[in-house]
C-alpha cells in the first residue's frame, strides 16, 4: 500500500483527494474546487477559501432571488413576507461567511467553524420562513448548505489537533487522524 497523500500536498492532488472522498458529491466539489483559475496550485487553506468564496456568491444569488420575488404583487402575503424574513436572515449569512473567510485567512479556524454554523444557522431559518419546500429559494437553499458543509469540512482539515495539519490516516484515507474533518456528505449537513 501507498503511503497515505500529506495534507500539505497541493493543487490538483489534492482536489482530487479531497473530491473522492464522497462520490456523491465529486462533481460539485470538482466544480467548487476548480473554480479558482489558481486553483491547480492551491494549498489546503486556498481552497477551503474557494470554497468560501463560492457559498458566499451563492448566498448573494439567493439574496437577489429572494429581492425580486419580494416585489411579485401576485404572491401570498404570507409568502411575501417570509421572504422579507428570509432577506434578513440571508444578509447576516453573508456578513457571516465574511467573518467566515476573514477568520480562514486570520487561522483562526475554531472562529471560522462558529461563523459556518451561524450561516448555516441563518440559511435554516430563511428556509423555515418561507412556506413549502419545492420554491426556487428551498432548493438555492440545499445547494448553499451542501457549499457551506463542504467549506466546514475544509475548514477542520485546517484544524490543529483536527488531523489536517499532519497526515491522512493510512488505515482509512476518508477520515483524517485524531478524528479530523468528516466525509464531506452534501446529503447530511450535520455532519
Do not use: Y
Not at 468560501?52 to 448566498?59: G, Q, Y
Request: with cysteine; proline share 6%.
Amino acid at each position: 500500500m501507498d503511503p497515505p497523500p500529506n495534507i500539505n500536498k497541493a493543487g490538483n492532488d489534492l482536489i482530487n483527494f479531497i473530491c473522492s472522498i464522497d462520490p456523491k458529491s465529486k462533481d460539485l466539489c470538482l466544480k467548487v474546487l476548480t473554480s479558482d483559475p489558481l486553483s491547480h496550485q492551491a494549498t489546503l487553506q486556498d481552497l477551503t477559501l474557494v470554497s468560501l468564496k463560492v457559498a458566499a456568491a451563492n448566498a448573494s444569488g439567493i439574496l437577489t432571488e429572494c429581492k425580486t420575488l419580494i416585489d411579485d404583487p401576485n404572491l401570498d402575503p404570507a409568502f411575501q413576507q417570509g421572504l422579507a424574513d428570509c432577506k434578513e436572515t440571508l444578509l447576516d449569512a453573508e456578513g457571516q461567511l465574511e467573518d467566515t473567510i476573514a477568520a480562514t485567512l486570520a487561522n483562526k479556524e475554531h472562529d471560522a467553524q462558529i461563523w459556518l454554523q451561524a450561516a448555516l444557522a441563518a440559511i435554516d431559518t430563511c428556509d423555515a420562513s418561507i412556506p413549502g419546500d419545492d420554491d426556487i429559494l428551498s432548493q438555492q437553499a440545499v445547494i448553499f448548505r451542501q457549499l457551506c458543509n463542504f467549506a466546514i469540512t475544509l475548514n477542520k482539515a485546517l484544524t490543529p489537533g483536527g488531523g489536517g495539519a499532519n497526515k491522512f490516516n493510512s488505515n482509512n484515507p476518508n477520515n483524517l487522524q485524531g478524528g479530523g474533518a468528516p466525509k464531506f456528505n452534501a446529503n447530511n449537513p450535520n455532519f
